[in-house]
T-cell receptor, first 114, second 112 residues
């Protein structure tokens, strides 16, 4: 069966510090991978989307970036964090079944920028 | 423009009572619709999905949802809620591999 891991689970970082969040998927190959941010009391905002190694689409301009160095690894980064980057970051994966792109989510990373 | 609306931000029901969470969508073609549940501090878990066919779909944990094209709705129901159902529920419409629109969520509280 497929599993998705995210780490760290929680992170407290000062403003201006760098960020690296990691997501890995097991049990499937060539998945579509996604990074979402969920602000407190709000819905999900899609940040990045990847269909393959090195292929990243950005949905929202910001100081975050994403990379996919391996088929089942997706990394979210920042060179300098802002206060507004605080939130709950979720990684998700899906596989193509025609249009049936049901997404499966990881446990999330709670980021607090101080 | 495509959108998903969950008009109820917060709902409280008594344990054992029935539940209906509303979801309305705006999309020109036949939508692919999902309901997800999120427990506090956790990721989202897929409850059920509608692609085509029978408009009443069954999901996990005793939930069901009915697709009504005439009303552009996909409401989630459960005949009898349990305290463990307290969570946030998200309706979503899938447009493509890179485009899934989530509603803003409904927080469900259970009264003992």
């Amino acid at each position: 069966s497929q599993t998705i891991h995210q780490w760290p689970a929680t992170l407290v970082q000062p403003v201006g510090s760098p960020l690296s969040l990691e997501c890995t998927v097991e049990g499937t190959s060539n998945p579509n991978l996604y990074w979402y941010r969920q602000a407190a009391g709000r819905g999900l905002q899609l940040l990045f989307y990847s269909v393959g190694i090195g292929q990243i689409s950005s949905e929202v301009p910001q100081n975050l970036s994403a990379s996919r160095p391996q088929d089942r690894q997706f990394i979210l980064s920042s060179k300098k964090l802002l206060l507004s980057d605080s939130g709950f970051y979720l990684c998700a994966w899906s596989v193509d079944r025609g249009r049936f792109y049901e997404q499966y989510f990881g446990p999330g990373t709670r980021l607090t920028v101080t | 423009a495509q959108s998903v609306t969950q008009p109820d931000i917060h709902i409280t029901v008594s344990e054992g009572a029935s539940l209906e969470l509303r979801c309305n969508y705006s999309y020109g073609a036949t939508p692919y619709l999902f309901w997800y549940v999120q427990s506090p501090g956790q990721g989202l878990q897929l409850l059920l999905k509608y692609f085509s066919g029978d408009t009443l779909v069954q999901g996990i944990k005793g939930f069901e949802a009915e697709f009504k094209r005439s009303q552009s709705s996909f409401n989630l129901r459960k005949p009898s809620v349990h305290w463990s159902d307290a969570a946030e529920y998200f309706c979503a419409v899938v447009l493509s591999a890179s485009k899934i629109i989530f509603g803003s969520g409904t927080r469900l509280s259970i009264r003992p």
